[in-house]
């Protein structure tokens, strides 16, 4: 991305399109703060989780979002560069975004590049190697050849329908008090060993990890070099990082 000067926003989490908001207000939260964006914003990175529910089919869009694509496409006609992180329920996107808003999509679960002067590492927060067992068998489920084939053969109500169902029994299972302590540690685990390596290999040091995921927002001090930074979700009001 370079080091051009300007301002870089970093959010995740939003969860467009859920049961729990059936009045679209995410929605024109969402909007609104893609509105807002001043005009020496550079980069625009949308870490994951930012709907509820996506997938690419040839001939259909979703409804519900025109509002959020109009102004990623506004977004990008400005000039920032925005670059979408797809996460653990969104990650079935393919060239829609591309092709159609000119949003940059970046299916690695982590990349590293410089912005806002600093060298950051990136990404929705679910990768593998900060997972327990049990994650890492839905990471690989979820993205498997068959399971896309299978969403996809799926009219479109059906798939919407399966995936609201399972969104409201996951959120069930992880109710906002329940502490994120342990994945928070995962993530810490990554960064740790992630800058040691780059170390050991010669390569500069990463003065930021900046994922989502969580829902919970947090620093913490990466022992090896940086700092983590945690994105919250949106469900309690607008939530992002600025460099």
């Not at 869009?61 to 992180?85: E, N, S």
């Not at 990349?111 to 600093?118: I, M, P, Q, T």
């Not at 050991?200 to 919970?216: M, Q, R």
Request: proline share 5%; glycine share 12%; aromatic share 14%.
């Amino acid at each position: 991305m370079g080091t051009a000067q300007g301002r870089y926003y970093f959010t995740a989490d939003v969860h467009l399109g859920s049961k729990d908001d059936s009045g679209g207000l995410l929605e024109q939260e969402f909007v609104a703060f893609l509105r807002s964006l001043p005009d020496d914003a550079r980069g625009l990175f949308l870490l994951g989780d930012i709907f509820d529910f996506w997938i690419d089919y040839r001939d259909v869009v979703p409804r519900g979002y025109v509002r959020v694509l109009a102004a990623l496409a506004d977004l990008v006609g400005r000039g920032v560069d925005v670059r979408f992180y797809p996460g653990n329920h969104d990650w079935w996107v393919t060239d829609y975004f591309e092709k159609e808003l000119g949003v940059k999509i970046v299916h690695e679960c982590w990349s590293v590049l410089e912005a806002g002067g600093k060298r950051i590492c990136v990404g929705h927060g679910d990768m593998p190697g900060a997972a327990d067992r049990k994650s890492r068998l839905i990471f690989r489920l979820f993205r498997s050849r068959f399971w896309i084939a299978v969403l996809k053969a799926m009219p479109p109500r059906w798939a919407f329908g399966f995936a609201r169902r399972w969104s409201k029994a996951s959120r069930n299972r992880h109710p906002d008090n329940e502490t994120d302590a342990v994945p928070t540690a995962g993530l810490c685990r990554f960064a740790d060993s992630f800058g040691r390596k780059r170390k050991e290999a010669g390569e500069p040091g990463v003065d930021l990890y900046i994922f989502g995921h969580i829902h919970t927002p947090s620093r913490t001090p990466v022992p090896s070099g940086g700092e983590l930074v945690i994105l919250g979700d949106w469900s309690h009001g607008a939530q992002y990082f600025c460099l």
